[in-house]
């Protein structure tokens, strides 16, 4: 199975910062990579999908990038709303045995 | 509007089965696949398996093998996963989710149900 390993595993960052939280998978992916967020007691929010490719109703200050076994959530000024978990997900397994990053707890600080 | 949701808490004891639905709405059921995706208290997002829900194909993470089956009820709409002999770290919060592009199972999730706690316990 395809490992995906997501750091850091926490972050403390301010309002307005730019924060950066990485995924390596164990092997190509080839783009086959989304990202979402996860506030306390709901379920995770979709926000990019492909690697980079942004999901409709997503802020623009959201990005992603990557190829290969190295992919990169930005967001390029922290807002209030945006404190929450994050997580990476590979979706290129055929049969699909999808994974998920261990995730990304981004904190005020 | 493209909803799914799950039915409600359950309490179990060790060695049990847990039946979870997944009722979708506003979509066309059978052009997508649903995967489960469970979580343990304070823990990480975890892939439980797939099902194709245009012709009921599976793929079940590796882990749970022999203890999982999914099923689909394409007249409802309405996607199933059951859990057998279920153990205390079996304990988490089950997620159904969709697949973003078809039914093929490799795929992002961009609608998921709203959860359903399942409490393992004697």
């Known amino acids: 199975d395809i490992q995906m390993t997501q750091s850091p595993s926490s972050l403390s960052a301010s309002v307005g910062d730019r924060v950066t939280i990485t995924c390596r998978a164990s092997?190509?992916?080839?783009?086959?990579l989304a990202w979402y967020q996860q506030k306390p007691g709901k379920a995770p929010k979709l926000l990019l999908y492909?690697?980079?490719r942004l999901e409709s109703g997503v802020p623009s200050r959201f990005s992603g990038s990557g190829s290969g076994t190295d992919y990169t959530l930005t967001i390029s000024s922290l807002q209030p709303e945006d404190f929450a978990t994050y997580y990476c997900q590979q979706y290129y397994s055929t049969p699909p045995k999808l994974t998920f990053g261990g995730g990304t707890k981004v904190e005020i600080k | 509007q493209v909803q799914l949701v799950q039915s409600g808490a359950e309490v179990k004891k060790p060695g049990a089965s847990v039946k979870v639905s997944c009722k979708a709405s506003?979509?066309?059921?059978?052009?997508?696949?649903i995967s489960w995706v469970r979580q343990a208290p304070g823990q990480g997002l975890e892939w439980m398996g797939w099902?194709?829900?245009?012709?009921?194909?599976?793929n079940y993470a590796q882990k749970l093998q022999g203890r999982v089956t999914m099923t689909t009820d394409t007249s409802t709409s309405t996607a199933y996963m059951e859990l057998r002999s279920l153990r205390s770290d079996d304990t988490a919060v089950y997620y159904c989710?969709?697949?973003?592009?078809?039914?093929?199972?490799?795929?992002?999730?961009?609608?998921w149900g709203q959860g359903t706690m399942v409490t393992v316990s004697s």
């Open positions: 989710a969709k697949g973003y592009y078809d039914s093929s199972g490799r795929d992002a999730f961009d609608i």
């Open positions: 092997q190509g992916i080839s783009n086959s």
């Open positions: 492909a690697a980079s």
């Open positions: 099902i194709s829900a245009y012709n009921g194909n599976t």
């Open positions: 506003g979509y066309t059921f059978t052009s997508y696949g």
